[in-house]
């Protein structure tokens, strides 16, 4: 368990207004990442975090927007909702072992947008 | 842009059979992991392969690595209903990882 706890686990929004999800750890890790899944697509990056106010955009980044102001959290916000990013959301923070980094995931959270 | 396929997509089959799963792609990865995830719970890794040809096993699940690094394959024995998920690979790209797009595995009695 890597402390990582996700809110809210259910938000049920309308098309056209801002969301916010938030991504909480305990252990202090540098880095930390969302994902967005999908059925036949896996688990797709959408932004992650090096450190406090340093992020950068993943492969599905468009339409979301980041924001981490302390170590321990990192946002999520869809500036305005569109039914195509209903969606489970994954937060996941990385661990270096070795030279490889493993990747600990918290429960997600389902967003249905209406 | 680095894929991932996995192959087969779902996979049902009954307790005792043999099983591979797929993880295939273009890109040379420095390592490769497989993950599994549950119904309403987030994904849990399992196993990390770093070297070319890198067999591990886990129990009664065998992971292998390709030579080329570009390929991965998980076998499971003698499969038990508490196998069934979703399996995903993902290879290491620098702070990053590529996520395959997935089996879905269920196992019936």
């Known amino acids: 368990d890597a402390g990582i706890t996700q809110s809210p686990r259910h938000k049920v929004t309308e098309t056209g207004t801002p969301v916010t999800l938030r991504c909480h750890q305990t252990?202090?890790?540098?880095?930390m990442y969302w994902y967005r899944q999908d059925p036949g697509h896996g688990l797709r990056l959408i932004h992650y975090s090096y450190g406090v106010k340093d992020t950068d955009k993943g492969e599905v980044s468009d339409g979301y927007s980041v924001s981490r102001s302390k170590t321990e959290d990192f946002l999520l916000t869809l500036e305005s909702a569109t039914s195509s990013q209903t969606s489970v959301y994954f937060c996941?923070?990385?661990?270096?072992?070795?030279?490889?980094?493993?990747?600990?995931f918290g429960p997600g959270t389902r967003l249905t947008v209406t | 842009t680095q894929l991932l396929e996995q192959s087969p997509q779902f996979l049902s089959i009954q307790e005792g059979e043999n099983l591979t799963v797929y993880c295939n792609s273009s890109s040379v990865f420095s390592s490769l992991q497989w993950y599994r995830q549950e119904p309403g719970e987030g994904p849990v890794l399992l196993v990390t392969v770093v070297t070319g040809g890198e067999v591990k096993k886990l129990k009664r699940l065998t992971f292998q690595f390709g030579d080329a690094r570009k390929d991965s394959s998980l076998h499971i024995t003698a499969a038990q209903p508490g196998d069934t998920g979703l399996y995903l690979c993902?290879?290491?790209?620098?702070?990053?990882?590529?996520f395959g797009t997935g089996t879905r595995l269920q196992v019936f009695p």
């Open positions: 252990e202090n890790h540098r880095y």
């Open positions: 993902a290879g290491h790209n620098t702070d990053k990882l590529i």
């Open positions: 996941a923070i990385s661990v270096r072992q070795g030279g490889m980094i493993e990747q600990y």
